[in-house]
């Protein structure tokens, strides 16, 4: 079994940048020498922290994980249309679906089964705009 610490840091783990975790530290934020690109999470981190929520029986915390690495490869605008679009009352069935649709094109297919599935939820609980 993983060490549940070796998820996040240690050796090997690295941020989108590039960086090594290692070196995202307060005294380098100071230096001007880490970003904002610095500091986001990078997918093989998101998918190594689901295989440990599967290895302790967290099948859900591991799908949102797996869904949470499929974001990273877009950008925040996108991100957060999608969330937008997710809020109850502000997108038709058809829109979600079209959405989702535009997700799976992208290669993401367990957020476009989620928005899928959102579509179809919203519609049968009058949540839709």
């Known amino acids: ?4 610490t070796s998820v996040t840091s240690g050796p090997g783990v690295r941020a989108l ?3 090594a975790v290692e070196q995202l530290t307060v005294e380098a ?4 020498e ?12 998101l998918e190594r922290q689901a295989v440990v929520a599967e290895q302790h029986g967290n099948t859900q915390l591991a799908e949102n994980l797996r869904r ?3 974001l990273t490869r877009l ?3 996108e991100v957060l249309a999608i969330y937008e679009a997710l809020r109850p009352g502000r997108s038709t069935p058809g829109q979600l679906t079209e959405l989702a649709a535009s997700l799976a094109g992208q290669g ?5 089964a989620l928005l899928t599935e959102a579509a179809e939820v919203y519609a049968r ?5």
Not at 1 to 4: G, I, K, Q, V, Y
Not at 125 to 129: C, E, I, T, V, Y
């Open 1 to 4: 079994m993983t060490d549940d």
């Open 17 to 19: 940048s590039g960086k």
């Open 29 to 32: 934020v100071r230096a001007g």
């Open 34 to 45: 880490v970003g904002v690109a610095d500091l986001r999470i990078h997918h093989e981190t």
């Open 68 to 70: 949470a690495a499929e």
């Open 75 to 77: 950008p925040d605008e």
């Open 108 to 112: 993401l297919p367990r957020c476009a």
């Open 125 to 129: 609980r009058g949540l839709s705009a």
